[in-house]
């Protein structure tokens, strides 16, 4: 871990860096349990050095210590070497949000470690070649919903315009036709087969569809990296997760309760 004592941040102790920049070799530990494809990633800066993925309805409560003893074990690594942790903080199953927003929380506050929390819209995003202007990533929201917001292409990086939302695939539609009206965007998608029926509705060559990755630990581990390199960190009392939408259980009571 990097000799914190000679950083002064206003608020802070000193030999706590929750909002100072990271400007040396990171070692990060990097978490996505936002859906059934969960992964885990071990990254030196942004060069991915170890990862383990799977796809799986198995509870995150149990796979994903399992999985991580393996990681580190494979990489002679224990979790107080870790200078960052890197956690996807939604949208995604409740359940499984919650299961790695926890352990990410407790291992930050027993080893110290910052939090850069990451959406994983954007590592989907992320993950994409277009060079179209705006980037439309899309995640599965089951319901019949999906998860996605509009991130602009810059120089400097992605920058999310508005904000993140959960719409049908009808009302997705009609978001993506008032984009169409202010110029190019590509859509990207984990799966082809989300985006089969909303996009037949387009003109051949209208919009651009680009598939990429569906185990987001690695590009989280990059933007977490991008995070703690401008000071974007958190930790475990700072930590929250973007649901977009109220859990089932919520909306059950609701429903029992009457509008």
Not at 4 to 27: A, H, T, Y
Not at 97 to 126: C, D, N, Q, Y
Not at 148 to 159: A, H, I, M
Request: with cysteine; proline share 5%; hydrophobic share 45%.
């Amino acid at each position: 871990m990097k000799d914190w004592k000679g950083l002064e941040c206003s608020g802070f102790p000193q030999d706590w860096p929750r909002n100072c920049p990271i400007i040396e070799s990171v070692l990060i530990l990097a978490i996505d349990t936002s859906s059934p494809a969960g992964s885990l990633a071990v990254l030196r800066d942004e060069a991915v050095i170890g990862m383990v993925a799977t796809l799986a309805e198995e509870n995150y409560s149990s796979r994903m210590f399992r999985h991580l003893d393996f990681l580190l074990r494979d990489l002679s690594l224990s979790l107080d070497e870790f200078d960052l942790i890197a956690i996807a903080a939604g949208p995604g199953s409740f359940t499984g949000l919650r299961v790695g927003l926890t352990a990410a929380k407790a291992w930050a506050e027993v080893h110290g470690k910052p939090i850069a929390a990451v959406s994983g819209l954007e590592a989907v995003a992320a993950q994409a070649r277009s060079t179209a202007p705006v980037l439309v990533p899309v995640l599965d929201a089951r319901r019949g919903e999906v998860y996605f917001g509009f991130y602009r292409n810059g120089p400097s990086g992605l920058v999310l315009e508005g904000e993140a939302r959960v719409a049908t695939p009808e009302e997705f539609r009609e978001s993506l036709k008032t984009l169409a009206r202010d110029g190019g965007f590509c859509v990207v998608a984990t799966m082809p087969d989300l985006m089969s029926g909303v996009l037949s509705h387009f003109e051949s060559g209208f919009t651009e569809l680009e598939i990429v990755s569906q185990f987001l630990a690695p590009a989280i581990g990059r933007l977490g990296f991008e995070r703690a390199a401008r000071g974007d960190l958190a930790d475990a009392l700072t930590l929250e997760a973007n649901y977009l939408r109220r859990s089932d259980a919520e909306l059950n009571l609701k429903g029992m309760d009457g509008p």
